[in-house]
Structures are given as structure tokens and as C-alpha cells.
């Protein structure tokens, strides 16, 4: 097969091809040839007045919340442990070791105090056994995703 005389502006590469072989074939010359470069920038103004216009009202929400709240937030975990010091809770007064699911299945619960038990706790037990599984789905779907999409992946 012939190629054909090769125009001025392709330039033949013979002598870095070398032993290149993709794909198992020998690669006997490379072709390239010269382009005008073209660079542009693609900007939206709609878009870049869209991002402007919810920064602004991003930032006089800030401002409004900052200076109009005369309380002070719990911001931090030791502003919540000194509010709860000043001003303790009166339904969980005596009921130190109450837990979630204390709470959520005895609905009229009685402010008892509870037996320390020393039953070691595990780690998985830290979440709910509802979020191990949205955990856990997740995670599939990221594994499958990457197995199915990795020859995409550069």
C-alpha cells in the first residue's frame, strides 16, 4: 500500500519509532503533522452572573446571621458541654447511661437510673445498622463502577 508523496508539512519520525511495537505490531515510521494553534477561552456570562449573584446573597445571609443573632450558638463541642453545665437538662436528669435505643423504644421511659453493664462493645457498633448498609450499598456501587469503567481511566 502507498502512501502517497508526504506533503511539507507532515514530517516523517522514522528515527524515534525504534522497536515501538503496540499491540504486538512493529511500528515502521509515525506521521505528525504541524498545526495552527487555536486557543480560546469559553466563558458564560450568564453562569458567571449566576455564581456572582449567590455569592452576594451567600455572603449578606453570613452578615445578616452574624450580627442579627443576639444569642450565643453552639458553635463547638465545649460550647455545648458548658451550656448543658449551666443549664442541665431536666428529662435526663439521674439517667446518665441512657441510649439511643432506650429512648427510642421505651416511649415513656422513667428517669431511673441505669446498671453499668461491662459488656465490651464493638467498633461496628458505633453506627447504626442502617448506615452500615447505606455504607455498605455504596460501596458496592463505587467497586462496580470502577471495575466496569476502569480501561476508561488514564
Not at 449567590?54 to 453570613?62: C, D, P, S
Not at 436528669?93 to 429512648?103: G, K, Q, R, Y
Request: some cysteine; aromatic content about 10%.
Amino acid at each position: 500500500m502507498t502512501l502517497g508523496p508526504v506533503p511539507r508539512r507532515v514530517v516523517r519520525k522514522s528515527e524515534i519509532s525504534g522497536d515501538w511495537k503496540p499491540f504486538g505490531d512493529k511500528v515502521k515510521y509515525c506521521l505528525s503533522q504541524r498545526l495552527r494553534e487555536h486557543c480560546k477561552l469559553q466563558f458564560s456570562l450568564h453562569i458567571a452572573l449566576l455564581v456572582i449573584i449567590l455569592n452576594l446573597l451567600k455572603a449578606t445571609v453570613m452578615l445578616i446571621l452574624a450580627f442579627s443573632v443576639k444569642e450565643r450558638p453552639l458553635m463547638t463541642m465545649g460550647d455545648a458541654v458548658s451550656s448543658f453545665l449551666q443549664q442541665p437538662d431536666s428529662t435526663t436528669e439521674n439517667v446518665c447511661l441512657l441510649t439511643m435505643s432506650n429512648v427510642q423504644y421505651m416511649h415513656d421511659w422513667a428517669p431511673v437510673p441505669e446498671v453499668y453493664d461491662l459488656e465490651h462493645k464493638r467498633w461496628f457498633c458505633a453506627a447504626s445498622l442502617s448506615r452500615w448498609g447505606a455504607f455498605s450499598i455504596m460501596w458496592v456501587c463505587i467497586l462496580i463502577n470502577n471495575v466496569f469503567n476502569a480501561d476508561e481511566v488514564t
